[in-house]
């Protein structure tokens, strides 16, 4: 045994005695003495090159950042047949004489694809939507506006003012079925991008400019009711009914948007001088009704239900039951010409179906005609029993298993690469809090010298509050990129304001626009290259409504989602629900950060350059969050709406999305934060508030009937959008 001991502690001239030596046992003071040559070696290794004390600074904080202690080390096991080797984080890194960061250790390491190519190679493939396979809702070249009964000056307006020449598929199937005067209530169900605002909007426009002459004016009466769930999507049918009306036709027939965080009495006012045709949030319309005197529904002939399914998911099956019931008892069925409906006609819209929206329309619809998008027609009940909604057959879907810690750089990663010429990107998140962050992480930029500092203060002088900001160039990502984010939060105002902006054709540049799920039904935001899905949707028709964001009226279209490791079993959900065809991103992680952190023309296939490129990139922004106390806040916030909102899926969906599975460090990594914020409720200031509990008096709950329904309303509404602010 003594023998033994001698050889342990027997000092050779191996490179590697020592660390064995220092795993392996020895007296304390060798032990020591062997970790302070090994910090002596570990720092003359670096190149010798002269520095300004601001970059040896630099060196000697990430130095302590990066490199992991000797306890640390002491646990790492060696592999079979293979000596004990220091950890791969300690080696210094040949372009910036900085240590590579934790980020390709581990369980991120193991995702990488063995498969490296050029870096032009994967920018030019990526998202390669060249081959893809015809459009499915692209205007159809058989079929012109008039072999659908449409009038040869409204379908001229179309064509001159509007650029719209032929009819979509589903448009073929509706004009007909509304314009021929049977008066069915007509349940519409079609594919995203397909054309169903107009497929309901021309058949009201074209029977209203039919009206005898002295029934052409405003204040005729109020003719058709549309109801959305969003304000946005208000905002938008809003602009289609006016850009369909401004012709000598149709120009005395006047629309009129009611939705929340606009002023009442500028909606009242405008429904005093006299409307036509209505539209509105279900909220802020079951306001009108109850409280605005001067609006008479006695001649209302149609009420359109867009996006049905979503309005019941949100919570408003009540308020739409009311509205509905109310229009009933207020009709008046006198005719008012031959070309306008004896009857209400009520008109559902949704593309998806679902057991909530066949509730809706077994209350809503009698007698209803269903009309899709397909040109083949079986039974009705037998297809609405087995059909699946579908995304366009041209869109391109793609998706990756990302470990939670490569999260945010390849977020940044799969930007950068995509930001060319006009390029438009949408980004999904989950929360208002992880929208705020990621905007703030992609806009922040450093100053390396003081007149860059003042530079910034002058270009930001005139800008809004950081709370209302909503749009700012992408310095992270490109400097010639804006970045944009909507959810809601945010003002109306700053919300109209931004969507107008993104949406403009005006100017030529790269733009992101961040955002939660208020965004993701039916807007027709135009060219939209890439739908980028960063956080799952909480349902896999969630999934259609967002991907259906692009490759809208037969334009090509790409969609990218992003899923931790535990979460791949949503693709077989997703298929056993929806008819999709998405595949897995080839070649992996490594694919999407080596097409975006690269150096450019460098066609060098070592996994070494990009990984310090991300590197560098994830830590410049650490650094950031750690000198910028308001920043880290954000970044807080963020992190603890994600966690909560994680845990708001559906529960058929919790086996794939468990919060427990969660590893919170290295979901706090994709937040730029170096571990998990300890709290995970911001409430800390409740107690100063409200006093502690046995202070404050207790009070009774209200367990009317009508209370219950409201309370539950008001958890579904959470539950489903409790950041959009949908009013």
């Known amino acids: 045994m003594a023998e033994e001991s001698l050889l342990l502690n027997f000092v050779t001239d191996e490179p590697s005695s020592s660390v064995n030596r220092v795993n392996s046992g020895g007296r304390w003071k060798d032990r020591v003495k062997d970790k302070k040559d090994q910090k002596r070696k570990a720092a003359t290794s670096l190149p010798t090159t002269d520095h300004s004390p601001a970059v040896n600074n630099q ?23 293979s000596g004990f080797n220091p950890p791969s984080v300690a080696k210094p890194v040949k372009h910036d004489n900085t240590f590579v960061s934790s980020l390709f250790t581990g369980d991120s390491k193991e995702h990488l694809s063995s498969t490296h190519h050029d870096a032009e190679d994967q920018n030019q493939n990526m998202f390669d939507t060249q081959n893809q396979e015809a459009p499915s809702n692209a205007p159809m070249s058989t079929t012109t506006f008039a072999g659908v009964q449409l009038d040869s000056q409204l379908a001229s307006h179309l064509g001159e003012k ?21 008066d069915r209530d007509a349940f519409i169900e079609a594919e995203t991008g397909s054309g169903k605002t107009l497929a309901y909007l021309l058949p009201i426009i074209q029977r209203l400019i039919r009206l005898p002459p ?33 012709n000598r036709l149709a120009h005395w027939i006047v629309s009129c948007n009611v939705i929340g965080g606009e002023k009442k009495k500028s909606e009242k006012s405008r429904i005093r001088k006299g409307v036509n045709i209505l539209i509105g949030t279900p909220g802020r319309l079951a306001d009108h009704i109850e409280n605005t005197e001067v609006l008479d529904l006695s001649q209302v002939r149609w009420v359109v239900l867009d996006e049905g399914d979503r309005l019941m998911d949100m919570g408003f099956e009540e308020t739409i039951t009311k509205i509905l019931k109310y229009l009933d008892s207020q009709n008046s069925p006198y005719p008012l010409g031959d070309s306008m409906p004896s009857r209400k006609v009520n008109v559902l819209c949704s593309a998806t179906i679902k ?29 609405q029993k087995t059909h699946k909604s579908s995304a366009p057959a041209q869109l391109l879907q793609r998706y990756c ?34 929208v705020n962050f990621h905007f703030e992480a992609f806009r922040r930029r450093k100053a390396e010298s003081e007149n860059e500092l003042e530079e910034k203060e002058d270009e930001t002088k005139n800008i809004p509050t950081s709370s209302e900001q909503a749009v700012d160039t992408a310095y992270r990502l ?39 799920d208020v965004a993701s039904r039916g807007l027709d935001l135009p060219n939209i290259d ?23 009226a037969g334009h090509s279209g790409a969609a990218f989602m992003f899923l931790l490791p535990k979460e791949i079993e949503y693709i077989n959900l997703l298929r056993a629900n929806v008819k999709v065809n998405i595949s897995e991103q080839p070649n992996g992680p490594s694919s999407i950060l080596s097409s975006g952190f690269s150096v450019p023309g460098s066609r060098a296939k070592s996994e070494l350059e990009w990984q310090d490129q991300a590197t560098e990139w994830q830590l410049e922004l650490e650094r950031m969050i750690l000198e910028d106390p308001d920043l880290k806040e954000v970044a807080k916030k963020a992190f603890s709406s994600y966690v909560r909102a994680y845990a708001t899926h559906l529960s058929s969906e919790r086996s794939i999305f468990n919060m427990r599975d969660l590893h919170l460090g290295h979901i706090a990594k994709s937040f730029a934060l170096r571990e998990a914020p300890g709290k995970m409720s911001n409430n800390s200031n409740s107690k100063q508030k409200g006093g502690t509990a046995s202070a404050r008096p207790k009070q009774r709950k209200d367990n009317s009937p009508a209370a219950i329904s409201a309370r539950m309303q008001k958890k579904a509404m959470e539950h489903y959008s409790f950041e959009h602010n949908i009013g």
């Not at 509007?162 to 049977?182: K, V």
């Not at 077994?362 to 009940?381: G, V």
């Open 478 to 516: 490109n400097n010639k990129a804006k970045v944009y984010r909507l959810h809601g939060s945010l003002s109306q105002q700053t919300r109209t304001a931004t969507l107008s902006q993104f949406s403009s054709e005006k100017n030529n540049f790269p733009r992101i626009l961040l955002c939660t």
């Open 162 to 182: 509007m650029n719209i020449t032929a009819p979509t598929d589903i448009q073929n199937s509706c004009l007909p079925a509304l314009l021929n005067g049977n």
């Open 59 to 81: 060196i000697k904080v990430q130095r302590k950042e990066n490199i992991p202690s000797m306890n640390e080390s002491k646990r790492r096991k060696p592999t079979p047949n």
């Open 530 to 552: 890439l739908v980028v899905q960063y956080d799952a949707p909480f349902s896999t028709d969630d999934y259609l409504h967002r991907i259906g964001r692009t490759a809208r």
């Open 401 to 434: 298993v990302i470990p939670p810690k490569l999260r945010l750089v390849s977020l940044a990663s799969v930007l950068r690469s995509n930001l060319k010429d006009n390029q438009r990107i949408i980004v999904f998140l989950s929360c208002a809090d992880s």
């Open 355 to 383: 057991d909530t929206v066949k509730q809706l329309s077994q209350s809503a619809l009698k007698d209803a005609m269903y009309l899709r998008s397909s040109s083949s027609s079986t039974d009705e009940n037998e297809d």
């Open 214 to 246: 002295t029934k052409r004016s405003r204040t005729s009466g109020l003719f058709a009711v549309i109801v959305a769930p969003t304000r946005e999507l208000c905002q938008q049918i809003y602009t289609v009914a006016n850009n369909l009306t401004n």
